[in-house]
């Protein structure tokens, strides 16, 4: 990250998470979702969004937390990195706002070894405690992520 980094927050299984700007493309309402047969459980289904189908994830089983079971009032972020496009589910998308990189520390032992690869910085939040910076390439360019094509 830069001297500054602004981020948008966004909850996933009762913890909070910053995704950088710079990949948030648009946040929406839940649309309506075709599932698709014989896929991971990390993938909801496809969603149309102007004429292209968007897969819709939901990164809680990436991060080796608890699957996100979809609720009418859930959010998605359409996300883009590196070429490559999904819808994330998330269950509210909080605010906007600007970190200083003396906010962000190195995470280290006190978080969660699954979480480590896919975060890029913790920060201490008086009103929302631990949020995670997640490394959006590394989520995009996962095993769990990247089975299915979506570019």
Known sequence: MENEARVSLIKLADQYFAIEIKY??????????????NVEKQFLGVFNLRGKIVPLIDISPVLKLNPLEMRPEYFVV????????????????????????????????????????????????????????????????????????FE
Do not use: W
Request: aromatic share 10%; net charge negative; proline share 7%.
């Open 78 to 149: 359409y996300c883009v990195v590196n070429g490559k496009y999904a819808g994330i589910l998330a269950e509210k998308v909080l605010e906007m706002r600007d970190l200083e990189t003396e906010q962000l520390h190195v995470p280290g032992t006190e978080v969660n070894p699954d979480l480590l690869p896919y975060i890029s910085a913790i920060y201490e939040d008086n009103q929302y405690g631990t949020i995670y910076v997640l490394d959006m390439v590394s989520i995009f360019e996962s095993a769990e992520v990247n089975k299915y094509r």
């Open 24 to 37: 948030i493309h648009e946040v929406l309402p839940l649309p309506q979702i075709t599932r698709l047969p």
